[in-house]
C-alpha cells in the first residue's frame, strides 16, 4: 500500500464525486454504460494482462507504492481502480458534452 | 517481440473496435466537436497523473518494448496514444450498445424499414381487408 494504491482510489472517489456534485449526467443510472463497463472490463484483462505480464512485463511497478496484489494474469488490483475511473470519466464527458449541444440526441 | 509492442497492441485495440461505427451505426467521428470536447480533458486529466506517477516512480517502461520517444514531462509516446485509443474504445463500445439497446443499429433499422414498407404493400393491397 503506498501512494499508487491511494492514488487509484482517491480517482474512484473523485469520478464519483464529480457526477454527483458537478455533472450529474446520470451515467450510474444508464444501463448502456453498465454494459459499456462491463465490456471494457473483459477486454482489459487481455491487453492490461499483456502490458503487465510478469514473464515480459512492459510497464513495471515499483513494489513499494502499491499493495502487490495481483489478479488475473499478474494485473496490478489498482489498475481496475484506474480503469473505473478512465471508462466512467470518458463516458459521463461524452454525455455531458452531447447534452450541451442542441441538435445532439441525449443518451 | 520488440520495440513497437505496445503501439502494436494499440493498434490491435483499434482494429477491432473501428468496425462497431459501421456494423452498429457507432458514429463518433462524425461528431468532431463533442468527440474532442470530451477527449480533451480526459487525456490532460490522465496525462497529468502518468506524468507524475512516473516522475515518482510509481511505474516505469520496458526500453525494449517501447520506441522510447518521450513527449514533455517524461511521458511515453505510448500512454498518449493510450489515453486516446482506450476512450475511442469505450465511446465506440458505449454507442454500439445504446443503438442496440434503442434499435437504431443499421440492421435494425433496415429491418424496421422493411416491415413498415411490407405493412403498407399489403394495406393497400387490393385483396387485403382495409377498414373502414
Redesign the interface.
Known amino acids: 500500500m503506498g501512494e499508487h494504491t491511494a492514488l487509484a482510489a482517491v480517482s474512484v472517489l473523485a469520478v464519483i464525486v464529480l457526477e454527483h456534485r458537478v455533472l450529474r449526467t446520470g451515467v450510474f443510472r444508464s444501463i448502456p454504460y453498465w454494459i459499456t463497463l462491463g465490456i471494457c472490463v473483459a477486454f482489459m484483462v487481455p491487453v492490461n494482462g499483456w502490458l503487465t505480464k510478469l514473464s515480459a512485463p512492459i510497464v513495471l511497478y515499483a513494489p513499494a507504492a502499491r499493495t502487490g496484489w495481483r489478479f488475473p494474469l499478474d494485473i496490478p488490483v489498482e489498475d481496475f481502480a484506474f480503469g473505473f475511473s478512465l471508462l466512467t470519466l470518458v463516458v459521463m464527458s461524452w454525455m455531458r458534452a452531447g447534452a450541451s449541444e442542441p441538435h445532439e440526441d441525449r443518451p | 517481440m520488440n520495440r513497437f ?2 503501439l502494436i ?1 494499440m493498434g490491435l ?1 483499434v482494429a ?1 473496435t473501428i468496425p462497431l461505427q459501421p456494423l452498429f451505426g457507432a458514429r463518433i467521428c462524425r ?1 468532431p ?2 468527440l474532442a ?3 480533451l ?2 487525456v490532460a ?2 496525462y497529468l ?1 502518468d506524468a ?2 512516473i516522475a ?7 526500453r525494449r ?2 520506441t522510447g520517444v518521450e513527449l514533455p514531462l517524461g511521458v511515453p509516446i505510448e500512454e498518449l496514444v493510450f ?1 486516446i485509443v ?2 475511442l ?3 465506440l ?2 454507442e454500439a ?2 443503438n442496440l ?1 434503442a434499435g437504431t443499429t443499421p440492421v435494425q433499422l433496415h429491418r424496421a424499414r422493411r416491415r413498415r414498407a411490407r405493412t403498407a404493400h399489403d394495406a393497400g393491397h387490393p385483396g387485403a381487408r382495409v377498414d373502414g
Open positions: 509492442e505496445y497492441l485495440c477491432l461528431r466537436r463533442r470536447r470530451t477527449l480533458p480526459v486529466v490522465f497523473w507524475l506517477a515518482r516512480g510509481h511505474w516505469w517502461f520496458d518494448y517501447a489515453f482506450i476512450p474504445c469505450a465511446l463500445t458505449f450498445v445504446r439497446l
